[in-house]
């Protein structure tokens, strides 16, 4: 997506199920021809299918709302959290991306000192306000209401300010060649860019990663130091991931 009216038009699509042009130009102040070439632009990419007068979301890459994702999983996102919290020294720096599994990792850093986080989820920023210990550094970006995350081109660049320790991200899937998957292509690029601004960089990711699937390639297994799930990883991934060094932690 080349602006982000077109990642708050998916977010649109997602929560009401239709949109239509008209109310699409009337929301955004521009003209109905500009938002049918966004319509178009995106379901060309995949995003959207046309109907007449407006667009739905195209069924199979819409994400799981976020309460449902929330409460899914909830005891293997913990272990893996604690597990990845267990490899998180004092005395350094992190960024921490959306998603449910890197929130489960704020709470597990509630008793580190001397940390500083930077993240584009604001539901993070907000676990972490309870540590005196930690600083809390929040992106700015276009905010989905839906999950408290922050994308955008605005999101991409902050980061890009910055060098951390430690990259702790999430994604959506996570298929049998290795590639890390998400749905938000806003939300892909700003992972990209974290993964860039990293000394090392950690996947949290419980086994259901493992039967999903989503349109948006953030990279591959190759780029992140470790993994930490709650099951072997299907396939000949594992040993995949002994070619890259990459590492996996079982919790």
Not at 89 to 113: D, F, K, M, Q
Not at 130 to 148: I, K, Q, T, W
Not at 187 to 206: C, G, K, T
């Amino acid at each position: 997506m080349t602006h982000p009216r077109q990642s708050s038009i998916l977010e649109l699509a997602r929560t009401e199920g239709r949109v239509s042009v008209e109310d699409l130009a009337q929301r955004f102040g521009v003209t109905l021809q500009t938002i049918r070439r966004d319509l178009s632009e995106m379901a060309d990419a995949g995003l959207l299918d046309r109907v007449h007068g407006g667009a739905v979301a195209r069924m199979g890459v819409v994400n799981i709302g976020y309460d449902q994702r929330r409460r899914m999983n909830e005891g293997a996102k913990q272990a893996v959290a604690r597990a990845c919290a267990a490899m998180i020294p004092e005395n350094c720096s992190l960024i921490l991306n959306i998603g449910t599994t890197t929130e489960a990792v704020a709470r597990e850093l509630l008793g580190h000192r001397n940390i500083t986080v930077i993240t584009n989820n604001m539901n993070v920023a907000n676990i972490l306000l309870a540590n005196p210990g930690c600083e809390v550094m929040l992106a700015g970006g276009s905010l989905r209401r839906a999950d408290g995350g922050l994308v955008g081109e605005l999101t991409a660049g902050f980061f890009a300010q910055f060098k951390v320790d430690i990259a702790v991200i999430g994604c959506s899937a996570l298929d049998a060649d290795g590639d890390m998957l998400d749905f938000d292509l806003a939300e892909v690029r700003v992972s990209q860019a974290i993964l860039q601004r990293s000394r090392q960089a950690f996947l949290v990711a419980d086994a259901s990663k493992f039967q999903r699937t989503a349109p948006g390639l953030i990279g591959s297994l190759s780029q992140i130091d470790r993994v930490f799930t709650d099951r072997p990883l299907p396939g000949d991934l594992a040993a995949r991931c002994e070619g890259w060094e990459t590492a996996v932690t079982l919790a």
